[in-house]
């Protein structure tokens, strides 16, 4: 079945506790990016990656570093968590930006 | 001023209306428009998309786009209690890689 899997699904964690959620697609897609969801103000995007070893900043990418080092793996890592990271991540990869983006189940984050 | 506006609802209205989401938006360099469904703690997944003025049907969904009013819509014809979710409009631009989404309007479709 054709996806993207993030893990984990959820996480409560405290501030300062390095933490990395995972995202991995099957569909062979070059683009992949990683979004946060909040209340009122939607889906704000804060890293991307056109392929492997090619990243980006988002609109939202301070306290995120991402990595590509396999096509079908884009970590997004959180070196220092504080409570206004407290969010809904969604993992989403394409063929091509424009192209259908499929996004992850998402990954609810309490940082306390 | 936010990039994108969007109502956020909650949108009541009974099966078999038709329904119009609008969003406007501020940024002139964008040139593809997508309109998203969410369900409830789901992922968004892409309804339609277009590139720039004009209008898109696809069943019963259309989508229009006035990049003069910088403006866009989506029409819901004869609407059904499972297209009761939130619809998020995104666009980018020609370089389709960084994309701003509105905030989503939630709709309820009432049997």
């Known amino acids: 079945e054709a996806q993207v899997t993030q893990n984990p699904r959820y996480l409560i964690t405290v501030t300062g506790k390095k933490l990395t959620v995972t995202c991995s697609q099957n569909?062979?897609?070059?683009?992949m990016s990683w979004y946060r969801q909040d209340p009122g103000l939607g889906l704000r995007q804060i890293y991307y990656s056109m392929n492997v070893e090619v990243t980006d900043k988002g609109d939202v990418p301070e306290g995120y570093k991402v990595s590509r080092k396999e096509k079908r793996n884009f970590p997004l890592i959180l070196e220092s968590p504080s409570p206004n990271q407290t969010s809904l991540y969604f993992c989403?990869?394409?063929?091509?930006?424009?192209?259908?983006?499929?996004f992850g189940p998402g990954t609810r984050l309490t940082v306390l | 001023q936010k990039e994108v506006e969007q109502d956020p609802g909650p949108l009541s209205v009974p099966e078999g209306a038709i329904v119009s989401l609008n969003c406007t938006y501020s940024?002139?360099?964008?040139?593809?428009f997508m309109w998203y469904r969410q369900y409830s703690r789901k992922g968004p997944e892409l309804l339609m998309y277009?590139?720039?003025?004009g209008n898109k049907e696809d069943g019963r969904f259309t989508a229009q786009v006035d990049k003069s009013s910088k403006y866009i819509s989506l029409f819901i014809r004869d609407s059904q209690p499972s297209d009761s979710a939130t619809y998020l409009c995104?666009?980018?631009?020609?370089?389709?890689?960084?994309?701003?989404f509105g905030p989503g309007t939630r709709l309820s479709v009432l049997p």
């Open positions: 277009t590139y720039s003025s």
């Open positions: 995104a666009m980018t631009d020609n370089y389709g890689q960084n994309f701003v």
């Open positions: 989403a990869s394409g063929t091509s930006g424009v192209d259908t983006q499929y």
């Open positions: 940024n002139s360099a964008f040139q593809y």
């Open positions: 569909m062979n897609h070059e683009y």
